[in-house]
Nanobody, 125 residues
């Protein structure tokens, strides 16, 4: 059974950091493109970051560039999203997604077949 599970969300003060994990079971995430998306209340789900299967190519939305990093741990079959200098506007449910091939832009949700259940990130003082 193909499954993605996110973890690491929580409540953090502005300026703080969190590391989200996207762990895969039932398949090797190492062969897949992985994207991180977020959805705030009343807003569309937006692509935040993504990483190619090799890890050699990454993308970051302008709103998080310079603050977020994405990385892989092949041994753990996990992709991480490290979030620094968090702002209240980063508050959202964060989802990871995976697909074997990306035909368009990796930040488009339509590119992905496999999704996790999401983890809440709240940035507030």
């Amino acid at each position: 059974q193909v499954q993605l599970v996110e973890s690491g969300g929580g409540l953090v003060q502005p300026g703080g950091s969190l590391r989200l994990s996207c762990a895969a079971s039932g398949f090797s995430l190492n062969n897949y493109f992985v994207g991180w998306f977020r959805q705030a209340p009343g807003k569309e789900r937006e692509g935040v970051a993504c990483i190619s299967s090799s890890g050699g190519s990454t993308y970051f939305a302008d709103s998080v560039k310079g603050r977020f990093t994405i990385s892989r741990d092949a041994a753990m079959n996990t992709v991480y999203l490290r979030m620094n200098s968090l702002k209240p506007e980063d508050t959202a449910v964060y989802y990871c997604a995976a697909d074997l091939r990306i035909f368009g832009a990796c930040y488009r949700r339509q590119e992905y077949d496999h999704w996790g259940q999401g983890t809440q990130v709240t940035v507030s003082s």
